[in-house]
């Protein structure tokens, strides 16, 4: 059974900094790409940053420059470091692993930003 559980979420100030982890079990890791969506209240879920099996990233113009994903093969993690955030930022964070023919989620880890 594959299972992405997130943790590292949690309430801090504007222009502060959290950092995001998930780990995955239940499947093979490193061969597929991984992801970070976010979803505000009365939103649709949206792209944060993805991360290729190498590492090849891409970002959400939004966040770019502020946010970092890595990942760690051996540990099958796969991280967000997140700084200078701003009220927008505030969001439930999902990781995600996309087979292609599958895509799971973990249940999420809300990020609030606020003073």
């Known amino acids: 059974q594959v299972q992405l559980v997130e943790s590292g979420g949690g309430l801090v100030q504007p222009g502060g900094s959290l950092n995001l982890s998930c780990v995955v079990s239940?499947?093979?890791?490193?061969?597929?790409?991984m992801g970070w969506y976010r979803q505000a209240p009365g939103k649709p879920r949206e792209l944060v940053a993805t991360?290729?099996?190498?590492?090849?990233?891409n970002y959400a113009a939004s966040v770019k420059g502020r946010f970092t994903i890595s990942r760690d093969n051996g540990k099958k993690a796969v991280y967000l470091q997140m700084s200078s955030l701003i009220p927008e930022d505030t969001a439930i964070y999902y990781c995600?692993?996309?087979?292609?023919?599958?895509?799971?989620w973990g249940r999420g880890t809300q990020v609030t930003v606020s003073s």
């Open positions: 239940g499947i093979w890791f490193s061969i597929w790409p």
């Open positions: 991360i290729g099996s190498g590492t090849t990233t």
């Open positions: 995600n692993l996309d087979k292609g023919s599958s895509t799971y």
